[in-house]
């Protein structure tokens, strides 16, 4: 029985990749088995989810935060995606934006002006199997980043429901609820979440409850999940 064992366990442990070979009891090989199946529940859920997180963010410096190594909407908007258990997708600038926020300021004022639609450099392929979006962005000059309108104009949102959540400096959501409305009439675009980049950076594990409060309201989490 236990060379039998001894077997079976070196199989498992080769087959999920694991490099140790450890003394082998019973227990031992159900552990093993617990953590695969473990593992192929994971995946699935993972592989199911019609819920996507896009976010565009910028690290560097910025306002009342200093020089950020991650910036405040990508924080949030990880946390919302792993809480969620969502798939996550960065909108990355083909021309990459400048650490310096004087250089940065003049950029976002200029693409403004100019109804600029900055070249996104990555794309979701499988767009059409998500249901739910939640869209995370800076605040720039009292509105969305312009690539975020470029993002938004890229896809068909049609039936989608969006979910939008913003990090700011102290202009709250600043109307983009209603930009995002008309930029893609065909999506239903719920009430967005704002929270100041500044709590972001020096108090996120308060902030959390305020968007698990969020979540939960949205039923996008159970509240048993939150505790
Ligand atoms: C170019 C630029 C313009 C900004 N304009 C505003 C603004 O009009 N209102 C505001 O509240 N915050 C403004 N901010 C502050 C950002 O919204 C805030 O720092 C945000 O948390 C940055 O998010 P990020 O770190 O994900 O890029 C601006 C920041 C930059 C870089």
Not at 61 to 75: D, H, L, M
Request: proline share 4%.
């Amino acid at each position: 029985m236990k060379k039998i064992l001894s077997i079976l366990s070196v199989l498992l442990l080769c087959s999920c990749g694991t490099t140790q070979v450890s003394d082998v009891t019973e227990e031992s090989v159900s552990a093993e088995e617990e953590t695969i199946t473990e593992t192929e529940e994971q995946t699935d859920e993972q592989e199911s989810s019609n819920i996507l997180v896009v976010y565009f963010s910028r690290a560097g410096e910025n306002w009342e935060v200093g020089n950020v190594e991650k910036g405040s909407t990508r924080i949030v908007a990880e946390y919302i995606a792993e809480t969620v258990g969502a798939d996550l997708f960065e909108i990355v600038p083909v021309e990459p934006y400048p650490e310096s926020y004087e250089e940065m300021l003049e950029i976002a004022s200029a693409e403004q002006n100019e109804n600029a639609r900055p070249e996104i450099l990555n794309t979701i392929d499988n767009f059409d199997e998500y249901e739910t979006i939640l869209l995370g962005y800076p605040i720039w000059y009292a509105d969305m980043p312009m690539i975020v309108y470029n993002f938004l104009e890229s896809y068909d949102f049609t039936g989608k429901t969006i979910y939008p959540f913003d990090t700011h400096g102290g202009s709250g959501l600043s109307g983009t609820v209603n930009h995002i409305k008309e930029t893609v009439p065909g999506a239903e675009v719920k009430e967005g979440l704002p929270i100041t980049g500044k709590a972001v950076q020096n108090q996120f594990e308060d902030t959390k409850s305020v968007i698990n409060e969020w979540l939960i309201n949205n039923d996008l989490m159970d509240s048993v999940k939150s505790l």
